[in-house]
C-alpha cells in the first residue's frame, strides 16, 4: 500500500460515490490495519505513515 493505492482508491470510491467521511473511515481502518502489521513485523512498509496518506473528514450538520 502506497501513495499511488491511496490515490487510486480515493478516486475510485468518490467514482461510487461514497461520502468524503465514509472515505476517511475507510483510509483510518486501513492505517489502523498497515500499523498493525507493521509493528508484529508482518510487513516493513511506512508509506502509509506519509502525512499525504490523510484521512479525510467532512464536519456534518449533527457536529454543528
Partial sequence: INLEFYEN?????KNKGF??????GLIKNTKVF?????ERGLT??????NRK???TQRLSAYRL
Fill in 44 to 49: 516493513k512498509n511506512i508509506e502509509f505513515k
Fill in 19 to 24: 461520502s468524503t467521511n465514509t472515505i476517511g
Fill in 9 to 13: 482508491f480515493v478516486k475510485f470510491a
Fill in 53 to 55: 496518506f490523510k484521512v
Fill in 34 to 38: 498497515m500499523n498493525e502489521a507493521f
